[in-house]
């Protein structure tokens, strides 16, 4: 802390007052939140106030300067509060650094991979709907899982033509999953089974598969469109849903396909056709989802 004479200079000379201390004084104590502070605390004797002096320019002062936009710490504003028996200075979040604060701690728990950051503004709020709208039932159960609604863990599985909005449906859960401190991974399957053969070279592939099976809350986009191996197949998307149906976590899907249509594509591999593990990947996948229908007109368009 600064000596009185010397905070009291450097206030004067930014405000051009004359070197009078007892003017100066007058100006501070009748700061509004300087005055409102004080009179929550009338037990401050005037020996108490005058000892905490240069507390009470420092904090005048700072509001001076952050009120012409130079803040003393960018995102925060300083406050008083009392410290035993003399008046010390803190400092608080403003709303706007608290919203920022908010924005990222939300896209650290939302993980996007292999899709467009602009899900990351998908909201319920911009979804109209009404009884008759096909995507209904996807709405409100992906609203009540949101909104700790849902009495079971147990996902869903969106299926529906092209540009119906199961992807953008999932985003507006996801962000408001993120909000409320769940830790989530959605991921474009397609794109994700095409980057395998550079996670092998990178030696990231199990570290990857660890990752997506353990999340609290992991969406597959998409699924049905990638080209399967039968590698891919059994050892990647057939390990991480074991693993998520082994500890019930919470899985989502939205694909082009119905169930039954997954799991021909589950059969056909780049090498060989085997319905016996199509249809043992397809328990997982019936485990950890319900089927809903989306239909609609393409809002793509």
Known sequence: MQPISKVLTKVMQKRHIASDKKQLEKVVLSDPEIAAFLKRNVQLSQAQIQSSMATLFAFHQQKEDLKAGKPFIEGYVPELFLNGTVIDMSYKKTAEQKAVDQKRQVARRLQLIDLPESLRQADFKKIDVNDHDGRYDAISAAASYAGGLSKSNRGFYLSGDFGVGKTYLLAAMANRLAQKGVNVIFFHVPT?????????????????????????VLILDDIGAETLSPWSRDDVLGVILQQRMDNRLATFFSSNMDMKRLEQHFQETR?????????????????????????????RR
């Open 271 to 299: 090498s060989a056709t085997d319905p016996v593990k199509a249809k043992r990947l397809m328990e997982r996948v019936n485990f950890l989802s319900r089927e809903i229908v989306v239909s609609g007109p393409n809002r």
């Open 192 to 216: 994700f089974i095409a980057s395998l053969s550079d996670k092998i070279q990178k030696g990231t592939v199990q570290d990857e598969i660890m990752r997506l099976s353990h999340v609290s």
